[in-house]
C-alpha cells in the first residue's frame, strides 16, 4: 500500500505561481509514474501531468504546457507540480496519483493510488 499526500495548494492571484508537493509512503520504490490530475467543480478529473519512474520521460495537458513543470526525487518520494502563470482556469483540486511500473499514463484508471487532493484557487 502506498500513501499520498499532497500540499502547497492556496489561492493566489492571476499571474502568480504555486509550488504543490506530493509526498509518497509505505510501500515506496521509484518503480512508479507518477501523475498530477485536477477536478473542478462540476467537472471530470482531467489528467496535468506525469512523469514516469526516473523522470527521463514528461508529458503535460495542451492547457498547462509550458505553464507547469512536473519532476521528482526519488530519494525524497516526493513528486513536484511547478505552477507558473496561473489562470482562473486552474482553480481546481490537485491530485497526486501513482502507478506501479515504469510509464507514465494520461487516463485516472491508469493510476494504483491517490492523495487527498489539495484545493487551488487563482483569482483574476
Known amino acids: 500500500q502506498v500513501k499520498l499526500v499532497e500540499s502547497g495548494g492556496g489561492l493566489v492571484q492571476a499571474g502568480g505561481s504555486l509550488r504543490l508537493s506530493c509526498a509518497a509512503s509505505g510501500r515506496t520504490s521509484s518503480m512508479y509514474a507518477m501523475g498530477w490530475f485536477r477536478q473542478a467543480p462540476g467537472k471530470e478529473r482531467e489528467f496535468v501531468a506525469g512523469?514516469?519512474?526516473?523522470?527521463?520521460?514528461?508529458q503535460y495537458a495542451d492547457s498547462v504546457k509550458g505553464r507547469f513543470t512536473i519532476s521528482r526525487d526519488n530519494a525524497k518520494n516526493t513528486v513536484y507540480l511547478q505552477m507558473n502563470s496561473l489562470k482562473p482556469e486552474d482553480t481546481a483540486v490537485y491530485y497526486c496519483?501513482?502507478?506501479?511500473?515504469?510509464?507514465?499514463?494520461?487516463?485516472?484508471?491508469?493510476?494504483?493510488?491517490w492523495g487527498q487532493g489539495t484545493q487551488v484557487t487563482v483569482s483574476s
Open positions: 512523469i514516469d519512474w526516473n523522470g527521463e520521460r514528461s
Open positions: 496519483a501513482a502507478h506501479y511500473g515504469v510509464h507514465l499514463g494520461v487516463e485516472p484508471s491508469w493510476y494504483d493510488y
